[in-house]
Each structure stands twice: as C-alpha cells, then as structure tokens.
C-alpha cells in the first residue's frame, strides 16, 4: 500500500503561534524590534505576521505602538475545557477564599503544566498571582507532580529523576504533592490530581508564601473540590 508523505508544518503558522507565546511570556507590551529579534526573524517578517494576527484580533497595540494580546485571546481560552473551568472556578473560588491563598486549575499540555483558571482571595491582605496560561514543566512544581502521580510512569517526560520518581510515587500514596522554591523562588504550593473519565489528568493547587493552614489540611479542602468537580462532570 502505498503510504502518503506527511505534509511539512507550516512556517508561517508556526512563527505566528510562537508570537503569541513570545507575548503571553513577556506580560508586557512589545515592540515590532523586540518581537523580531525573540522571533530570530527580520522585522518586515515580523511585521506582517503580526498584521495578520491583529486583523483576527489577536493582538492589539497600544498607544505607543507596542503589541499585546488581544481581547480575541481571551475568548479563545474561555473555550479550552469550557466545562472544566465552569464546574471549577465556583470550588476554586471557595478554596481561595476559606484558606486565604490563590487556588488555581492546571492542565497537561504535551509535558508541561499549564494554569487553565485561578482565583485570588477576596479579603487577603496580598496574594500571589497566578496568570490563567502560565507555564512550566510537568517535572516541577506540585502541580506537576499531583498530574505525574495520575499517569503511568511509561507516561512520564523522558529525563525523570531517582528523587522526583520518589517524590510522585509519594504523592501517589498520600493523594496529593507539595513543593517549595521549585517553579517560583519563596513559593511553597500542595496540589492534588484531578481526574476525570475520558480525560487526561490535571490538577488543582494552592500557592502561597506562609499559611496557617498545614499541607495536609490544605490538600483535605483541594480532595474535597476535585471530588465535587468530577462528580459535576459525571466521572
């Protein structure tokens, strides 16, 4: 049987796709210069993929001529899991506000962790932000290893360590992980996996500097949300 080649990607997709992340990365506006040279590409290369991404509403520029995400963005993420996000931000909303630290919704995408959703407390003092597209490596951080921890190490990113296998197979036992200083300096973060039938897992966590509130304590309330989330989802 004859087998058809598979078609080369498209570069200038691709290059488009990369100026979206080179922005949501940046969390400032930059110029045409700026973008050009993260993209390793001229500035007219630059230029008229960015006029195509603005005409979709992409990104937009501000008054100094600097680019940024665009209010289309926003609405193209509300749709990722859009179930997901709707059965979790009502529990989301009442773990951040009950323990007083930002809880927050992590999915996998290919072997890094993504924030999907997250809620502030409503009368902290100070918080710590965590951005809905925020990203890092599945191999770091709680919520990494609470997703690690629902998957078959066959499953696993190339390049696991001796410690990290025993820090997943840990969490697996106890139901939920827990980190300090390993995706943000200072930051500590418990997380427990999220699964649901017919997905891949994901993740609900809490980050925070200090707590009153004891990691196990913490991951009991987070138990309790993932249950009420995948019990909405019928799973």
């Given at each position: 049987m004859t087998q058809i080649a598979a078609a080369p990607p498209s570069q200038t997709l691709s290059r488009g796709i990369r100026i979206l992340e080179i922005l949501a990365d940046a969390r400032e506006a930059l110029s045409?210069?700026?973008?050009?040279?993260?993209?390793?590409?001229?500035?007219?290369?630059?230029?008229?993929?960015?006029?195509t991404l603005e005409d979709h509403g992409l990104v937009t520029r501000d008054g100094?001529?600097?680019?940024?995400?665009?209010?289309?963005?926003?609405?193209?993420?509300?749709?990722?899991?859009?179930?997901?996000?709707?059965?979790a931000l009502p529990e989301l909303t009442a773990v951040a506000n009950e323990l007083g630290t930002t809880c927050f919704l992590v999915v996998l995408d290919h072997d890094e962790c993504v924030t999907l959703v997250s809620v502030e407390p409503r009368h902290a003092v100070a918080s710590v932000a965590q951005r809905p597209g925020t990203r890092h490596s599945v191999t770091k951080g709680a919520p990494g290893k609470a997703i690690l921890s629902a998957l078959s190490p066959d499953e696993w990113p190339g390049g696991v360590s001796d410690r990290l296998r025993d820090e997943v197979m840990d969490a697996a036992a106890r139901g939920?992980?827990?980190?300090?200083?390993?995706?943000?300096?200072?930051?500590?973060?418990?997380?427990?996996?999220?699964?649901?039938?017919?997905?891949?897992?994901?993740?609900?966590?809490?980050?925070?500097?200090a707590s009153a509130h004891e990691p196990a304590g913490i991951a009991a309330r987070l138990q309790r949300s993932a249950e009420a989330i995948r019990d909405a989802l019928g799973g």
């Open positions: 045409i210069d700026e973008i050009a040279r993260r993209l390793g590409v001229h500035r007219s290369v630059a230029y008229r993929l960015l006029r100094t001529g600097r680019i940024q995400l665009g209010a289309r963005m926003a609405a193209l993420a509300a749709g990722v899991a859009h179930d997901l996000q709707a059965e939920f992980a827990t980190s300090h200083d390993e995706v943000i300096p200072s930051l500590r973060s418990v997380s427990v996996p999220l699964t649901v039938r017919g997905r891949r897992p994901s993740a609900i966590a809490v980050v925070y500097v």
